[in-house]
């Protein structure tokens, strides 16, 4: 199975910051690579999708970057309904796997 | 309005069996594959199981491979997964989810239900 290992595992940061979070591939995923948020008590929410493409209806403050094995997912501007747990999931290969989460907390 | 609804979770013994559905709409729900994940409490998210389109084509994970099976009723919209032989650490909640083509393989997950709670425990 693919692991997936995600940093931090949790950050506390200000509205208007910058975050960035990191997933790492145990083995190359070419762009198979996806990344959702959670907020307490819902459903997973799809952000990005393929490493880089923004999902319909999510703010253009989400980014994120690729391929390989080292990935990011960033945002420009951290505001107030950003803070929720954040989660990396490759998709090249069965099982599917998720990164142990991030979660942003406000500073 | 597009969406997914999951249903039929419960409190079930250790060794006990129980079924849960997730009734979609306001899509072609037979163009789309479908996949089981679980959130033990406060933990992460784990991929369980996926079915085609069609329904001719299913992956599980190991940890419930030979004790869960997922199926699909197109002229219903709906979704299963029976889950048999249950055991502590299959507590959590299930949530189903859409991909956005008919494989089940290489596929990421644009539509979510809310979740049913599976609570195994004498």
């Known amino acids: 199975d693919i692991q997936m290992t995600q940093s931090p595992s949790s950050l506390s940061a200000s509205v208007g910051d910058r975050v960035t979070i990191t997933c790492r591939a145990s083995?190359?995923?070419?762009?198979?690579l996806n990344w959702y948020q959670q907020k307490p008590g819902k459903a997973p929410k799809l952000l990005i999708y393929a490493a880089s493409r923004l999902q319909s209806g999510v703010p253009s403050r989400f980014s994120g970057s690729g391929p390989g094995t080292d990935f990011t997912l960033t945002i420009s501007s951290l505001q107030p309904e950003d803070f929720a747990t954040y989660y990396c999931q490759q998709s090249y290969s069965t099982p599917q796997t998720f990164g142990q989460g991030t979660k942003v907390e406000i500073k | 309005e597009v969406q997914l609804l999951e249903s039929g979770g419960g409190l079930v013994q250790p060794g006990g069996s129980l079924r849960v559905s997730c009734a979609a709409s306001?899509?072609?729900?037979?163009?789309?594959?479908m996949s089981w994940v679980r959130q033990a409490p406060g933990k992460g998210l784990e991929w369980v199981s996926a079915i085609s389109g069609s329904g001719g084509s299913t992956y599980y994970a190991d940890s419930v491979k030979g004790r869960f099976t997922i199926s699909r009723d197109n002229s219903k919209n709906t979704l299963y997964l029976q889950m048999n032989s249950l055991r502590a650490e299959d507590t959590a909640v299930y949530y189903c989810?859409?991909?956005?083509?008919?494989?089940?393989?290489?596929?990421?997950?644009?539509?979510w239900g809310r979740g049913t709670l599976v609570t195994v425990s004498s």
């Open positions: 083995q190359s995923i070419s762009t198979y």
């Open positions: 306001g899509f072609t729900f037979s163009s789309y594959a």
């Open positions: 989810a859409k991909s956005p083509g008919t494989i089940a393989v290489k596929s990421y997950f644009d539509l």
